[in-house]
């Protein structure tokens, strides 16, 4: 059994968070992917029926609202540990 | 570097009550509001003429959001969205001048905003269906979902601060690495995109899903 001495231990855990924190944000492509499709469906939906742009921009909106609220996650996570 | 809200005094003696940076920029943006806001409805006419336009047009646009998912209670639920809106969108765009902190850049003010808006829309949905109507309505359409149900009404005010708050922290953490990296003309399109647009969205997505949150609630 070896003795670790204080820093090194510090220093083990702060580059395993920032590598964790790296890790966190692949989960930034899952909206990315889920976002972009709610765009190309509200897009071909709006050439369809011109006139009901609006209510579809609307309801774009709200779905990738919610669909991005995991990203959100992870990159509060991801602050959380870097900077503490 | 630490990107969070920096204690800057106490208001009572010397631990109780302390006041942050993201708190003072949040006074003064409210004091900026309300000077705006007296200033843009001093002496309204019949036939609206100027500034008296600005405002109209704002409320209307707000209005015009509010009505489809909320039939006939538009004008109940203006004053609520509107402030919702306007505060977070003046506290995005504050930001733009250097040295000041977003207040919505804090856990606190995203936090406190969400769960004024769960208080409001537990109690709409109280209104229009009864209290024991209302609570029944956890348990549909079979008793088993009611835990995945209360888990998943808990999950909204987190969800609905939290994006609020990662969207500003992360332009904000960017814009800095930008600064210490490249100082200059190099992050002024960053401003704009991250302050500009992203603020305005962002207060403009707060406010749509406070209504859906109290639409949902009452249907």
């Known amino acids: 059994m070896v003795e670790l001495s204080p820093e090194v231990i510090e220093m083990v855990i702060r580059s395993a968070s920032v590598i964790a924190a790296g890790l966190a944000l692949i989960a930034g492509i899952g909206p990315g992917v889920g976002m972009g499709y709610a765009a190309g469906k509200a897009t071909s939906a709006v050439r369809r029926q011109p006139e009901a742009r609006g209510s579809i921009v609307t309801t774009m909106l709200l779905g990738q609202i919610i669909s991005g609220s995991t990203g959100i996650y992870s990159l509060v996570i991801a602050i959380y540990l870097v900077f503490t | ?219």
């Open chain 2, 1 to 219: 570097m630490n990107p969070g809200p920096q204690v800057v005094t106490y208001l009572f003696g010397k631990s109780y009550l302390p006041v942050t940076d993201t708190l003072i920029v949040g006074w003064i943006s409210v004091v900026l509001i309300i000077i705006l806001a007296r200033y843009l409805t001093k002496d309204l006419k019949i036939r609206p003429e100027g500034k008296q336009n600005i405002a109209e047009m704002l409320i209307t646009a707000i209005h015009d959001q509010i009505e489809p998912m909320l039939p006939g209670e538009g004008w109940k639920f203006l004053p609520l969205i509107a402030t919702l809106f306007i505060y977070v969108g003046f506290s995005n765009l504050i930001g733009l001048i250097p040295g000041s902190t977003s207040p919505t850049g804090d856990l606190n003010t995203t936090l406190g905003l969400a769960l004024v808006v769960f208080l409001i829309s537990h109690y709409a949905g109280m209104k229009e269906k009864g209290v024991w109507g209302y609570i029944k309505s956890f348990g549909e359409p079979v008793i088993f979902l009611l835990p995945l149900n209360i888990v998943s009404e808990f999950a909204k005010p987190i969800s609905h601060s939290f994006r609020l708050f990662g969207n500003i922290v992360g332009g904000g953490i960017i814009i800095t690495l930008i600064y210490q990296a490249a100082p200059g003309l190099i992050p002024v399109p960053l401003h704009a995109w991250f302050d500009l647009f992203i603020g305005l969205i962002q207060a403009l997505i707060f406010g749509m899903v406070a209504i859906s949150y109290i639409s949902v609630a009452k249907s």
